[in-house]
């Protein structure tokens, strides 16, 4: 039973006395609330129950423990490039560069204080995606560099809602992620096999791609009666890689219609700020041009 004036921490057992800090369960102890700190991000356990915030804190009772006995290493331990003294971020067991730190939030789909309450050992492993790495090596230790097989393997664009909007974020799936050594070492084999089909069926180009949707997005006046058309064409590109200014070229039965590309974006109806859409992603060219000629479900020869 605690004293008059004192209370008891439902995280600790301790008694203690003060306002103490709020969770469901009651207030807590001062000295709960400085390894709280370091786990939760701000306010995050005002509505959490004493026993989740508890397991918490055994889970990283060790960090919490050596956290000030933490120093900063010559290098990013994950990138291994030079850690910068002012552009680095602590986490609760080590110093990452911001740069690293951006990719794991993105990859979590969180905020950087989000990212500091986490360990090493689990940001980690996000960097060995295949997306993040650039490829995947198999068991005998070959690398299969990812652009090379997106012909066969694209990555698959999904939506994820985002906490407390009414909105969605666009994320990939990489299935090179979920492929078995096996498939992973036929893959190339399997790519090859594809480039050849669509260029036995479309011809030799510099690029194919098959439009999906097509948009109006403006009539900008340039002038008493001149106007500025612009559109964005959605799809993903079969073959190649298509840079700015290429030449597209659609067949028609009254002969062949072509136009210049102006921009490139990604799967983003309004995102034109790309230099190159690669092999097997989906994006959209944006064409200043009057595009009565181009529907759904056309190819597209880049040149």
């Not at 397991?55 to 990283?60: F, P």
């Not at 290098?75 to 680095?88: E, Q, R, Y």
């Not at 039965?253 to 590309?261: D, L, P, W």
């Not at 060219?285 to 190819?299: C, K, R, W």
């Given at each position: 039973?605690?004293?008059?004036?004192?209370?008891?921490?439902?995280?600790?057992?301790?008694?203690?006395?003060?306002l103490?800090?709020?969770?469901?369960?009651?207030?807590?102890?001062?000295?709960?609330?400085?390894?709280?700190?370091?786990v939760?991000v701000?306010?995050?356990?005002?509505?959490?129950?004493?026993a989740?915030?508890r397991?918490?804190?055994?889970k990283?009772?060790?960090?919490?423990?050596?956290?000030?006995s933490?120093k900063?290493?010559?290098?990013?331990?994950?990138?291994?490039?030079?850690?910068?003294?002012?552009?680095?971020?602590?986490?609760?067991?080590?110093?990452?560069?911001?740069?690293?730190?951006?990719?794991?939030?993105?990859m979590?789909?969180?905020?950087?204080?989000?990212?500091?309450?986490?360990?090493?050992?689990e940001?980690?492993?996000?960097?060995?995606?295949?997306?993040?790495?650039?490829?995947r090596?198999?068991?005998?230790?070959?690398?299969?560099?990812a652009?090379?097989?997106?012909?066969?393997?694209?990555?698959?664009?999904?939506?994820?809602?985002?906490?407390?909007e009414?909105?969605?974020?666009?994320?990939?799936?990489?299935?090179?992620?979920?492929?078995?050594?096996?498939?992973?070492?036929?893959?190339?084999?399997?790519?090859?096999?594809?480039?050849?089909?669509?260029?036995?069926?479309?011809?030799?180009?510099k690029?194919?791609?098959?439009?999906?949707?097509?948009?109006?997005?403006?009539?900008?006046?340039?002038?008493?009666?001149?106007?500025?058309?612009?559109?964005?064409?959605?799809?993903r590109?079969?073959?190649?890689?298509?840079a700015?200014?290429?030449?597209?070229?659609?067949?028609?039965?009254?002969?062949?219609?072509?136009?210049?590309i102006?921009?490139?974006?990604?799967c983003?109806?309004y995102?034109?700020?790309?230099?190159?859409?690669?092999?097997?992603?989906?994006?959209?060219?944006?064409?200043?041009?009057?595009?009565?000629?181009?529907?759904p479900?056309?190819?597209?020869?880049?040149?």
């Amino acid at each position: 039973m605690a004293k008059m004036g004192t209370k008891v921490c439902p995280i600790c057992g301790k008694e203690f006395k003060g306002l103490g800090n709020i969770c469901k369960d009651g207030d807590y102890c001062n000295e709960c609330e400085k390894k709280v700190r370091l786990v939760f991000v701000e306010d995050e356990e005002d509505h959490l129950p004493a026993a989740k915030i508890r397991a918490k804190l055994n889970k990283y009772a060790d960090a919490i423990a050596a956290y000030d006995s933490i120093k900063k290493p010559e290098t990013c331990p994950i990138c291994g490039k030079k850690l910068p003294k002012l552009m680095n971020m602590r986490l609760l067991d080590a110093f990452i560069c911001m740069g690293c730190a951006e990719k794991a939030r993105d990859m979590l789909h969180t905020g950087y204080a989000a990212v500091g309450c986490m360990c090493l050992s689990e940001i980690q492993p996000l960097f060995g995606q295949a997306a993040v790495q650039g490829g995947r090596a198999d068991s005998s230790g070959v690398f299969h560099n990812a652009d090379a097989l997106r012909i066969v393997y694209p990555l698959i664009r999904t939506l994820w809602v985002v906490p407390g909007e009414d909105g969605y974020e666009v994320e990939y799936i990489d299935p090179l992620d979920s492929l078995s050594d096996e498939e992973l070492q036929a893959a190339p084999a399997l790519a090859e096999q594809r480039r050849a089909e669509f260029e036995a069926k479309y011809g030799t180009h510099k690029a194919i791609f098959e439009v999906d949707k097509i948009t109006k997005l403006y009539n900008e006046s340039k002038g008493r009666r001149h106007y500025r058309n612009e559109y964005r064409i959605g799809g993903r590109v079969l073959l190649g890689n298509i840079a700015l200014r290429d030449q597209a070229v659609v067949k028609r039965a009254e002969g062949t219609k072509e136009f210049t590309i102006r921009k490139l974006g990604d799967c983003r109806e309004y995102r034109s700020d790309l230099k190159e859409l690669k092999e097997g992603m989906e994006g959209g060219l944006f064409v200043e041009a009057s595009l009565s000629f181009v529907y759904p479900g056309d190819i597209l020869c880049i040149d």
